[in-house]
């Protein structure tokens, strides 16, 4: 029998009390204290012209890293309280004062940035080999480089400061809005008033008649406050794109691709090979539809379970499950996975009130992290539970490194997750012998990669449109509407019947003003780990510590560097590419096979 876990997590061994705790009253007082310190001094710095002269600032570093840890914590703790429970407005406020430190910071940065920048070239390459400044050499570097493409430290720290309650304002009320959408609908014969959270979760429901009428309630939630959803949208796209203007960027996948350490061409070539591959994923929503009896998918068809995927799993099961498939991979992810379930560093508990989503978050001051979900025991959730260990896990084997080589890109960030959905689905398929339970499990591993190359593909289509249109001035949430069916019927390749049109309302990744284009890289997630485990597969044992290197590099150099240490492979070339889109187009293969 499994062993019972608790579903919520445990914040209050971090701060006692939540959105009331005096010690993380006094942790904000203390870090607002030390940034404003930190500010000023490097308001006063002047760019060393000497290695002598750098002595002075030796514990530079020291101090930028500790700051950096700290704001992190406290994001990741307001995020946490506000997450579960949307009612708590202490939290919001909470989380609102940590984003004014943050501002503080970024303007402390653009100090920093003019700091570097005025140092000697030959200085600043011989301070990089030496500690301290080794310790973040890559960080530094990538910073000086940057910041000769922005404004004057001025006039970034000014616009830091005016994006609280502007840009993340805007952000910051899109999770209000989001919290007050309930959707009246019958679960288990009764009316129940859904979180979007719980709605979303019944729109995985194996009964077409309960998702189609879900749908229907669900577009109609979202299109009743379109016109908040676009005015926030509007705005936080206007400020985005008045900025670039400023610093003279002509291309709104400058700042993505920079964040994510990635060259255009490696984007290119990856979306060229993911379009020269849809035809047999579209055979796949084909094959499905009949499956299902009716000529063409709905969108609330695609992500479907087939067959026994209706089969509800518990938390613990689940949770089993994940810590066997791991340990195939790797023992030491096993072994880390069974610390975090059992520690309670999971939230689970489907109760109303909650956040859509899920998402894993670092505590850097005590090397632990936070997973939010609701579970409801479906194959979806168990897959979500896997994707955020796989972030946990990332973090984890980071630990005790400088906190400058541990802040990776959102891309890498994703290949940990998706490997170790990968590992768990690869893993169940091949040990199940009952055919109708492999389609099903082949299905839902299919429905991810469909979610990479089809839907991911539709909000980087729709984003870079609507950025296009937006520089002409406010997009109505008509257009919005067409702007998002067309990118959907573009991804897709015509394949479905019904398509989202509130989509743009409802994915809240649209509205992250830490991360524009909070989508490509998902997709590079998925081939690139698709790729690590094909090498893994192919290396055998001991591959394990190749791949907990691969992680610690992470943030220390550029993903097409990152590919070719530990890969060997090109990432500006499609032959990687292609290489891992087939390992996922022989699942289609076998699935079209078993239902021939």
């Known amino acids: 029998m499994a062993k019972a876990l608790n579903p919520t997590w445990d914040l209050d061994c971090f ?17 607002n204290k030390r940034t404003e310190t930190f500010h000023e001094r490097l308001k006063k710095a ?10 002075v600032y030796t514990d530079l570093t020291h101090e930028l890293q ?13 995020d946490c309280l506000a997450s579960q429970n949307q009612a708590d407005r202490k939290a919001v406020a909470m989380g609102g004062r940590v984003q004014d430190i943050s501002a503080l910071f970024q303007a402390a940065l653009s100090q920093l940035d003019r700091f570097l920048a005025g140092i000697p070239d030959d200085v600043f390459i011989s301070l990089l080999k030496k500690a301290p400044w080794s310790d973040a050499s890559f960080y530094l570097n990538e ?15 000014l616009a830091s400061s005016l994006a609280v309650d502007g840009y993340h304002g805007w952000s910051k009320l899109y999770d209000t809005a989001v919290g007050k959408i309930n959707i009246p609908f019958e679960v288990d014969g009764k009316l129940e008033q859904l979180s979007a959270g719980q709605a979303f979760n019944q729109l995985h429901n194996p009964d077409r ?8 309630l669900w577009e109609a939630a979202w299109a009743e406050h379109a016109d908040l959803f676009a005015d926030t949208l509007n705005r936080i796209a206007g400020f985005r794109l008045r900025l670039y203007a400023q610093r003279g960027w002509d291309s709104v996948h400058k700042e993505p691709l920079a ?104 505590f850097p001051l005590e090397d632990q992290s936070r997973i939010f979900m609701t579970y409801s025991g479906t194959a979806d959730n168990v897959s979500t539970l896997a994707h955020e260990l796989g972030h946990a896990f990332h973090d984890y084997v980071m630990k005790g490194m400088p906190h400058l080589a541990k802040e990776y890109a959102m891309n890498v960030a994703e290949t940990a997750s998706t490997l170790a959905e990968t590992i768990v689905s690869a893993a169940t398929i091949q040990a199940e012998t009952d055919k109708e339970a492999k389609i099903a499990l082949l299905s839902d591993k299919i429905n991810n990669a469909i979610a990479m190359f089809m839907n991911i593909h539709a909000r980087f289509l729709f984003e870079t449109k609507f950025y ?44 992250a003003t830490d991360v524009p284009f909070y989508n490509f ?13 094909k090498t893994a597969t192919e290396a055998g044992a001991g591959f394990e510590d190749h791949y907990i290197a691969l992680l610690r590099d992470t943030a220390s150099m550029t993903v097409e560097d990152l590919a070719a240490k530990h890969l060997g492979v090109d990432l500006k070339k499609p032959d990687f590419w292609q290489r891992a889109i087939d390992l996922l187009r022989a699942d289609v293969e076998q699935f079209l096979a078993l239902t021939e």
Not at 143 to 157: C, D, I, V, Y
Not at 209 to 215: K, N, V
């Open 209 to 216: 008649e309960t998702r189609a009428e879900l749908f229907k």
């Open 468 to 511: 296009a249109e937006r520089e002409q001035g406010i997009v109505s949430i008509e257009r919005l509407n067409e702007l998002m069916v067309e990118a959907q019927e573009k991804a897709y390749c015509g394949a479905l019947s019904e398509y989202h049109p509130h989509f743009w309302a409802a994915k809240l990744h649209f509205y």
């Open 259 to 362: 964040i994510n350490r990635m060259k255009k061409e490696t984007l290119d070539t990856m979306w060229d090979t993911v379009e020269k591959n849809k035809e047999i994923f579209v055979r796949f929503l084909e094959r499905k539809a009949k499956l299902l009896g009716v000529d063409r998918l709905a969108w609330h068809d695609v992500d479907a379970p087939i067959g026994k995927a209706d089969k509800k799993i518990s938390y613990e099961d689940a949770a089993d499950l994940i810590v066997d498939q791991f340990h195939t991979f790797s023992p030491k992810m096993a072994e880390f996975a069974r610390l975090a379930l059992d520690n309670r560093w999971i939230e689970v508990e489907d109760r109303p009130g909650k956040r859509p989503g899920g998402f894993c978050t670092p």
């Open 66 to 78: 500790a700051i950096m840890s700290r704001i992190l914590e406290g994001i990741s703790f307001t």
């Open 143 to 157: 910073r000086r480089q940057l910041s000769k493409e922005k404004l004057s430290p001025e006039m970034e720290a």
């Open 15 to 31: 701060f006692p009390g939540g959105s009331e705790s005096p010690a993380f009253q006094e942790f904000l007082d203390d870090l």
């Open 46 to 55: 002047e760019s060393p012209q000497t290695e002598a002269e750098a002595e």
């Open 521 to 533: 890289p998902y997709t590079f997630g998925l081939l690139f780990s698709s790729g690590i485990y």
